[in-house]
DNA sequence: CATATTTATGAAAACATTTGCAAAACTATT
DNA sequence: AATAGTTTTGCAAATGTTTTCATAAATATG
């Protein structure tokens, strides 16, 4: 069936074996509606026939959208990404785009150059992960003129619309929730925050909100390590070793919390009673753990579909004002890890 | 600087700034040790000053290279998954290739209408997930000639050279190693296997490895469980409240054996005293989690990276003999999940 | 049945590149 | 300074499509 030669089916090799031209054969595809039903009967059998696949890379040197677009994220190592990644994926796979992926590690130089790769391939839009990001990457996408939506985070006057959560938001309400527990001896622990806007909007906050309570982390309970929940687990058993410990530890998101609650426990210490344990993110799994882990909602689905309906919005109707930032709101998820403070 | 009107800049745009013809600045990109350092300055700061990006689509129709791959994956959901693909992705990217990366959500028919669309975009090579794929989607590979490997899962006569770990092993260590600690009531859980050759061959084996010690799993004790910490939990802590327990649980899979640990744990039952959990695959976290969980280790970076190499391989030497497939061998990580039956 | 409309199709130009070939510009050699 | 040899460059054809415009075929109108 799908044999003919060696040579890969070209769009004149379906006109011959439907004896048409190659241009009917191109409204067949592009304007089936123009044909007449023989015809259009005549080169369905002979598409079938030749095993003819359309090549988009001919399509887009006329102008022709590419159908795809450009995805930047830091890394699908953390699962959160990968769940914002792939509501993102399924939202514009609905519209026929297909997604270029690719990853910088946090690394701003290597973003630049995967945003020009992506240009390259000319992606119809593309996504970028976060607000910050390097001026000359935001002056690419200005020359290039192209649909851009920055996702994940949230902030009114954001270069680009952005959609995502409000991290200042999260940071605060966790803070908040903590404080209205009683709890005044609170440890706090953030990944590094080298190049991520993300972490840095989220301590910073949580900080401040603290101190406008009269609260303040002393140096040795202020922890920054990795992303993982074997670095959190040993810093947080070597915390808990000491006699003077904390009531309460904020962490910045919820692998370090998931990491803590390991800790306490391999510490013999219950959580709640003993010390309250806090995340942010509400990742998968942490509404299984045992104790359930109290933390901020940041719905990573909702935001990769809206991003997702934001940009082939943009993409769809170019020109026209682009579609605005969306807050999707997160939200303080109460469980079994936090607890007032026990006298 | 990058302002130039409106129009995108285009080769013709840089030649008439750097005052060369079209060529010139084609070989300027594709072959500069061809000319003059004089000229090659001159275009590069015309480069520079119209903001000139090169446009693969037009190079591809030249049937040059894309320098993307195609990788077609279940889901990013799983974590595991998202690992493969950051590992691929890094690995193929040393190489100048960008990925096109879509999910079927193990819909067969889903994944050859994505295959097409690869194949639409001239995609240089592609990978698949697992070994079982529709007919269809192997034909239009081959009808194609265009390299492909299939990942993540191996076996000696795979239709396409084939990169991971074999699965039939990873079950046999994890009953064997079962087996070894003495028990004899044993209880299985397992993901729905619909289209998913990994989770039933990994089923079938550790069934037929525990038959052959003369172990059979009751019925009730035979669990199809969705891949989730909650739905495992809740079915454990079900299971564990009948005073006929079994002394060991294997998991399909690392997220169902943490959903029975925290089971386990909901039901104040000790592990492994009380009952030994076990999973498969090695997950982030496994080994930091109370108790640290006795699996098999499925090596997904690695699987990843070599999968990214052999691919990259195969589009570089086209025509040669194809890679051929590697495993990457399951082994057996001994935590503390896992312990003899107590008497 | 001839003419006017409408519908369906083809020819050729356009798109942004690369590349084979030939001409032009240099260098080296005498 | 003329010639031969080499390096550098430009012209034009080719790549696989889409699209505009013109023409041919089919249908409707009188």
Redesign the interface.
């Known amino acids: 069936m799908?044999d003919k030669k060696h040579k890969?089916a070209d769009i004149i090799t379906v006109a011959q074996a439907a004896r048409v031209s190659a241009s009917t054969v191109s409204r067949y595809f592009n304007h089936p509606e123009l044909l007449k039903p023989a015809t259009r009967k005549r080169i369905d059998s002979a598409v079938r026939r030749t095993?003819y696949?359309?090549?988009?890379?001919?399509q887009?040197?006329h102008g022709i959208r590419?159908?795809?677009i450009g995805v930047l994220i830091p890394?699908?190592?953390h699962?959160i990404f990968?769940?914002v990644?792939?509501a993102f994926?399924?939202s514009v796979?609905e519209d026929g785009f297909?997604?270029?992926?690719?990853?910088h590690g946090y690394d701003l130089q290597r973003e630049y150059a995967?945003l020009?790769?992506?240009?390259?391939?000319?992606v119809d839009g593309v996504v970028l992960t976060g607000l910050d990001h390097d001026e000359a990457v935001f002056?690419?996408i200005d020359?290039?003129k192209i649909p851009c939506v920055l996702m994940w985070n949230y902030a009114a006057g954001s270069r680009y619309p952005s959609i995502g959560a409000d991290n200042e938001m999260a940071g605060r309400l966790i803070a908040e929730h903590v404080l209205s527990l009683g709890h005044r001896d609170i440890a706090c622990m953030f990944p590094p925050t080298g190049g991520n806007d993300r972490a840095m909007a989220r301590r910073d906050i949580v900080l401040s909100t603290l101190k406008k309570a009269g609260v303040t982390v002393p140096d040795p309970w202020m922890f920054e390590t990795v992303y993982?929940?074997?670095a959190s687990?040993r810093d947080v058993t070597e915390l808990l070793t000491h006699d003077h410990r904390p009531t309460a530890l904020i962490c910045g998101n919820d692998i370090l919390a998931?990491?803590a609650l390991?800790g306490a426990?391999?510490r013999g210490l219950d959580v709640p009673s003993d010390i309250t344990v806090v995340g942010i993110g509400d990742f998968?799994?942490s509404?299984?753990?045992?104790p359930a882990l109290t933390t901020v909602r940041l719905p990573a689905r909702r935001i990769g579909r809206e991003a997702g309906k934001a940009l082939v919005t943009g993409i769809i109707s170019a020109g026209e004002d682009p579609a605005g930032s969306l807050h999707c709101a997160p939200e303080i998820i109460r469980r079994q890890s936090s607890g007032p403070v026990s006298q």
Chains 1, 2 share one sequence.
Request: overall charge positive; glycine content about 6%; cysteine-free.
């Open positions: 799908t890969k095993g696949i359309r090549n988009r890379a001919a887009t040197i590419s159908g795809t890394t699908l190592d699962a990968a769940e990644v792939q994926s399924d796979a297909t997604i270029l992926l690719a990853s995967i020009r790769k992506f240009l390259e391939h000319r002056q690419l020359s290039q993982s929940i074997s687990k998931t990491g390991y426990a391999a998968k799994g509404s299984d753990i045992e």
